[in-house]
């Protein structure tokens, strides 16, 4: 059926510009044209209505009547508003479509005669097709408006709601943003499901459209985040460290060159590049940097290159070992042979070093010996008081003050990739929670896996091959048998008082002379001084007490001297009190009376050996047993093992058979507040508790040493020689040692036998005959 046209009608035209007002939708226009305002303030006089139609070039300032699309919009306008600058700001609704006939008027405004344009019914359409059409339509809507993100909930309610596919189309298309041409050709279609299809097919490809252009904004962000974004975030960096005058431009070209110079491995190259780069975006004045700039120095200082040339020359060696040290001649000996084997035998396998011994017997100074010799660089990294695995390979870098372990700053000091590494006090070293140290320092160790040795802090493999390890420690008791196993052990022992004298005549006084600017003939020390001080200032097993007397004395004699107060000092042993104060240990004790109950045993301790008194006293009571002044409980069972024996043996000693339920025993080693223990005080406890059980005195010039079974045997001991030194020192004139010590006995140098007595004993019937008085 042919549309039926409604009789013209004449209405004042408003020409728009880029814009198309659709029947049903609202729309706000700014109306500034003469041309225009005239022709609104035409409608506004009348009823409200005007013609609106689009001009077909939009820059066309007064547009002739040809130039005006000849289907438009019959609008009503619900406001006006006049603004001061002539313009007028309306809203129109659109009504209904029209087609101008003819142009009555163009001046002063346009006026047309048109008539109204109608639907072309739809009639034979299948209701499924204009439902599926409808639906497809609010779908591409709703996508738009997803996409969009910019209609109220209202208007997409309004819109799912609406079931004439012209309304439809016509409310969608006020909606969207199509070109003018596009909404010209939608408002000029009268058949409705065209109009609306038209409308989807508009939709959709303005989805597409916005989708393909998020996707060109994506891209082109992140091409912009690669590359421009760090170049300007660098250059913004750039410019405040020169505001701030704080370039660390130098710097880094600085390390640059290090790096090349430092001809470095590939890894390590490359590792310190990548932290140049990293540098180079940092600001200077944040804390990262100065980490950045450590870890690189520190790199940079190892010695991955420099070596120094090893002097194979053992004759040479020993001079060297012989003008240091005095004395140790099987020490010496050793040191050599371990030196020979070690240029000769596969070097992956060759054991370290251990110099085990009680402090101040000069192991250190024999490690330092040692490195002079071979002619190679000497670092000390102490053990003692490491708990950490941290301690020996690092922290890594994410910790908050990390630094390399002890392992790479010694090879750090040492500037060359085969040092000398005296690794002290190995025995000191703990463990906890944090891991094993003694694994780390096993690895470190190990010739098959110290090529490729990795600090957490360095990150980077380093070669520790050609390093040469020397352990001290002062006992083997607390060390990994893992550790001892890779270790050739010299032991250096306590020094006897003529040593102690040799050295300091030979080696500690000079020393100390030379440190403080003291000629030998402004200051002398006579024999009997440097007895003195080494027997009353001093209690050890080696001589660093003594040579700190020595270094005491030089500082008294400089101050003295620069005081004007004399040129030269002879210092004798009537004189050193002057230096040294009063005498720190009292003289021996010359060995006192008999007595009964009290009995001299022999110890060995880390400062070499010592005499202890045991006393016991006995009291009617309940026969409680006590036993005081810090006992470990090795020395407690030794104690109850000694009565153990006692009992059995009641009636030879003439005891009475229930003194231990009568008699309360108790039995105390003064000087309470050191720790003792070690089974070797066993038969001077048992001496002293049948001294006070029969009331038979002991012999206070007999000291004895030895383990004792529940059966009365004597069992060997270890430290014999210092604790013979000791009784000597002490004054004691014969000592009891357990029969199966006397291979030992033969190798102490008679200078510290000579005037004592030694008996071997098997068993304490061997013992209390020697011990007991008469
Ligand atoms: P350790 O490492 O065993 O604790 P040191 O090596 O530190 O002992 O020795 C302490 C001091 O005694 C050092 O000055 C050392 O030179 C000196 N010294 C030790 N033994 C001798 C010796 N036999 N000859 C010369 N000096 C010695």
């Known amino acids: 059926m042919a549309n039926k046209r409604s009789k013209p009608t004449t209405l004042p035209l408003v020409p728009l510009r880029g814009a198309i007002l659709f029947p049903n939708a609202l729309m706000s226009l700014e109306i500034g044209r003469p041309q225009s305002v005239e022709g609104l303030e035409a409608a506004l006089d009348k009823d409200s209505i005007v013609f609106l139609t689009s001009q077909r070039n939009i820059t066309t300032e007064e547009p002739l009547a040809e130039e005006l699309y000849e289907v438009g919009t019959v609008a009503k306008v619900r406001q006006a508003m006049r603004m001061p600058d002539g313009m007028v700001r309306i809203v129109v609704e659109g009504l209904r479509r029209g087609r101008i006939k003819t142009v009555v008027q163009q001046h002063p405004f346009f006026l047309v005669r048109f008539v109204n344009v109608l639907n072309k019914p739809n009639t034979d359409a299948k209701t499924d097709d204009v439902q599926a059409l409808l639906r497809s339509a609010w779908e591409a809507f709703e996508m738009y408006a997803d996409l969009q993100q910019r209609f109220s909930h209202e208007t997409l309610l309004n819109i799912k709601q ?3 596919p012209g309304i439809l189309s016509d409310i969608l298309a006020s909606h969207a943003n199509f070109k003018t041409e596009n909404n010209q050709l939608l408002l000029e279609e009268t058949d409705t499901l065209l109009r609306l299809e038209k409308t989807v097919a508009l939709l959709d490809e303005e989805n597409a459209m916005i989708k393909l252009q998020r996707k060109i904004i994506d891209r082109v962000r992140l091409g912009m985040d690669k590359n421009q974004r760090e170049y300007f975030l660098r250059e913004q960096i750039k410019a405040i460290n020169t505001e701030l005058n704080e370039s660390d431009e130098n710097d880094v070209s600085s390390y640059r060159e290090q790096i090349v110079k430092a001809n470095l491995p590939a890894e390590a190259a490359e590792k310190l590049a990548r932290e140049l780069k990293r540098l180079e975006r940092m600001s200077s004045s944040s804390p990262e940097t100065a980490l950045a700039k450590d870890y690189i120095e520190c790199v940079l200082q190892l010695p991955w290159n420099e070596k120094t040339e090893d002097n194979n020359d053992l004759i040479n060696a020993e001079k060297i070992l012989n003008e240091d040290h005095y004395g140790l001649e099987k020490v010496k000996e050793r040191i050599i042979e371990f030196l020979a084997v070690r240029q000769t035998a596969k070097r992956k396998d060759a054991p370290v070093l251990c110099l085990l011994g009680p402090p101040g017997v000069g192991k250190t100074s024999v490690a330092k010996s040692v490195a002079r010799a071979l002619g190679r660089k000497y670092v000390r990294i102490s053990l003692g008081g490491v708990r950490d695995e941290a301690d020996i390979r690092g922290h890594r870098k994410t910790y908050i003050g990390s630094m390399p372990g002890r392992i790479i700053a010694g090879m750090r000091q040492a500037g060359t990739a085969n040092p000398l590494i005296l690794l002290d006090e190995a025995d000191k070293m703990g463990h906890d929670h944090r891991g ?75 020393k100390q002379l030379d440190k403080h600017g003291v000629k030998k003939t402004q200051l002398k020390f006579t024999g009997g001084a440097i007895d003195a001080a080494a027997r009353f200032y001093t209690r050890e097993a080696g001589v660093r007490q003594l040579e700190r007397q020595i270094a005491k004395i030089c500082r008294k004699f400089v101050t003295m001297r620069a005081k004007g107060i004399c040129k030269t000092y002879t210092v004798t042993e009537y004189n050193l009190a002057k230096f040294l104060g009063v005498k720190k240990y009292k003289p021996n004790d010359k060995p006192g009376e008999p007595q009964v109950g009290i009995c001299r045993g022999l110890a060995w301790t880390a400062a070499g050996g010592d005499t202890l008194s045991i006393e016991v006293n006995t009291m009617p009571g309940t026969g409680k047993f006590e036993l005081t002044g810090s006992l470990g409980s090795v020395m407690k069972e030794s104690a109850h093992a000694a009565v153990s024996y006692i009992r059995s043996r009641y009636e030879t000693f003439k005891i009475h058979k229930n003194f231990y339920k009568d008699t309360d025993i108790h039995i105390h080693i003064p000087d309470g507040a050191v720790p003792k223990d070690g089974p070797s005080a066993g038969i001077t406890m048992a001496t002293a508790m049948i001294s006070a059980l029969t009331g038979r005195a002991v012999d206070a010039s007999v000291a004895m040493t030895g383990e004792i079974t529940i059966r009365g045997k004597v069992l060997p001991v270890g430290g014999l020689k210092e604790k013979i030194l000791a009784a000597k020192q002490a004054g004691i004139q014969k000592v009891l040692v357990p029969f199966e010590n006397e291979g030992e006995i033969g190798e102490i140098p008679a200078v510290i036998k000579d005037g004592l007595k030694l008996v071997p004993v098997r068993h304490m019937d061997d013992v209390l005959p020697e011990a007991l008085w008469k």
Do not use: W
Request: with cysteine.
């Open 162 to 164: 609406c079931d004439d």
């Open 436 to 510: 094993n140290p003694a694994a780390a320092l096993l690895e470190v160790l190990d010739g098959e896996q110290n090529h490729a040795f990795r600090d957490h802090y360095v990150e980077l493999y380093f070669d520790l091959s050609d390093v040469m390890f020397v352990c001290t420690a002062n006992t083997l008791d607390n060390m990994p048998p893992a550790l001892i196993d890779r270790l050739e052990i010299i032991e250096l022992g306590t020094y006897t008082a003529v040593e102690k004298y040799e050295i300091a005549v030979n080696h500690l006084i000079p």
